[in-house]
């Protein structure tokens, strides 16, 4: 058998794998056919999509990552024009904004005037967090092309990460006119009018989002009378969502349901069971009346503005889950948490993540002993003067950790939300344009009375942010 027929073969019962849903047997197949043409990135592509779609991210983008490195080196760094934007497409799909954004400049030098290689190249600088390089090229891309769409979403996305609320809604009802009803527009126009803080509007159009359906006959409830009824509160997105979100179960309860489910991460079950609600891991199959969304609940109970702030914390730590004992400290010093990166999967932690040459600097905050709550390092990999733990078995292990620290440090990561929830005196660095939730201005939150966020000055200026949180937590240390 030639080395081409394996190959077509291979891609022949790949695809037919992935047909009926066998992605061990199609993922199998995809690498054969990947050793068989190792230079082809439209077959890597092929077996990152398999991975993805299993759940991997990693593997997936590990994958692409590969495949560009060989479409750079030696004899394959000649790859067609058409082949280079669909590795950057997955790349950039990926959470690899670097190596898309070199191979969507590769597709403009070779066609200057392709407003669809301007747009790419604009959304990769605006996922690596430089949203000032991106506005010239989609505006290049806008003046060959004024009415399309896709590039008027990307306009409004870029304004958006430049802090420009004003001139994203500008552009997203630019977009409006032209392509009407779109759910990917619809979010956006959430994610910028929720940045400018909670409110009814935003509340509203952030049901554009894809909502999760749980696997029962269940109502969706939009705030029917619940008293006699049960309800299961489906669980979605990451795990800094469900903590954050969780303070409404509280006011769900309040509707007197004859039984309250909750879904949330496989690891947080017992975290929130011990926090008083019967809770399941996500995907779970239960027999309810009716089923609503996690984020959905603040709009259904129809809260506006009112994010609850007051009623911080609203969870608390097991008081009989065993943590690693904490290193001695001298007196007069401060033990504190430091996490400063988020989880490997998410694929915009590129802007979310420390810049690690930074962290001497952090950790030469006088009177603090550090204690690393990062996950999947070992204490061989950990920067000096960091004291490492064994990895915790859980959210519930996390919360009684916490609870026997001075304080948090963190980046924009799930951890930030459950000490949050706690009441956990805790300090925030965050990207210049953050994630909705935290807003564009001022050093506290709403949603988090204990939090301290410490804002960068500008895209990717992490130098700015340790600085002043240099400067806060030595402050608060001396008083």
Not at 116 to 127: E, F, G, I, N, P
Not at 271 to 293: C, I, K
Request: contains cysteine.
């Amino acid at each position: 058998m030639t080395t081409l027929t394996s190959l077509l073969q291979c891609l022949q019962e790949g695809e037919a794998a992935l047909e009926r849903g066998d992605y061990a047997q199609a993922a199998t197949l995809f690498a054969k056919a990947w050793d068989a043409a190792p230079d082809d990135p439209d077959v890597a592509i092929m077996l990152a999509n398999v991975h993805r779609l299993v759940g991997d991210a990693v593997l997936a983008r590990t994958v692409l990552l590969d495949a560009f490195q060989r479409a750079n080196t030696g004899g394959a760094n000649r790859l067609s024009v058409q082949k280079r934007y669909a590795l950057g497409t997955g790349l950039l799909e990926a959470g690899a904004p670097a190596q898309a954004a070199d191979c969507f400049a590769a597709v403009v030098d070779a066609l200057p005037r392709d407003p669809a290689a301007l747009a790419a190249l604009a959304s990769a600088k605006r996922a690596l967090g430089i949203p000032e390089e991106a506005w010239p090229l989609v505006r290049r891309a806008l003046g060959l092309a004024p009415r399309h769409p896709a590039y008027l979403l990307t306009a409004a996305q870029v304004r958006h990460d430049l802090g420009d609320r004003r001139g994203a809604l500008q552009w997203l009802d630019a977009h409006d006119a032209v392509r009407p009803d779109h759910a990917p527009s619809r979010l956006q126009r959430a994610y910028t009018t929720l940045l400018g803080g909670a409110s009814i509007e935003g509340w509203a159009t952030f049901e554009s989002r894809p909502l999760p359906v749980p696997a029962s006959t269940a109502r969706e409830w939009h705030g029917e009378p619940l008293s006699g009824q049960s309800i299961l509160v489906t669980a979605e997105q990451g795990v800094g969502d469900q903590f954050q979100f969780w303070r409404f179960l509280f006011l769900l309860k309040e509707c007197a349901p004859s039984r309250l489910v909750v879904e949330c991460h496989a690891d947080a079950v017992t975290l929130l069971a011990y926090n008083g609600f019967e809770a399941r891991a996500r995907g779970s199959s239960e027999s309810t009346d009716w089923h609503v969304p996690l984020l959905s609940l603040p709009h259904r109970l129809q809260l506006g503005n009112e994010v609850l702030g007051s009623n911080v914390p609203y969870v608390r730590a097991p008081v009989d889950v065993t943590v690693p004992p904490l290193p001695h400290r001298e007196p007069g010093v401060r033990q504190l948490g430091l996490v400063w990166a988020g989880n490997p999967a998410f694929a915009a932690r590129v802007t979310r993540d420390l810049d690690l040459r930074l962290l001497p600097e952090l950790l030469a905050t006088p009177r603090i002993s550090w204690v690393s709550l990062q996950q999947g390092m070992s204490a061989e990999e950990l920067p000096k003067g960091l004291h490492a733990l064994p990895p915790l078995s859980g959210w519930s292990a996390t919360a009684t950790l916490l609870a026997q620290l001075d304080g948090l440090v963190t980046t924009d990561t799930g951890i930030a939300h459950l000490a949050g929830a706690m009441g956990i005196r805790s300090w925030v660095m965050l990207q210049y344009v953050p994630d909705w939730r935290w807003g564009l201005v001022g050093e506290r939150t709403p949603w988090y009375p204990s939090i301290t966020l410490v804002r960068s000055d500008g895209p990717r200026d992490w130098t700015s942010a340790v600085r002043k949180l240099r400067r806060f937590v030595q402050a608060e240390v001396a008083g």
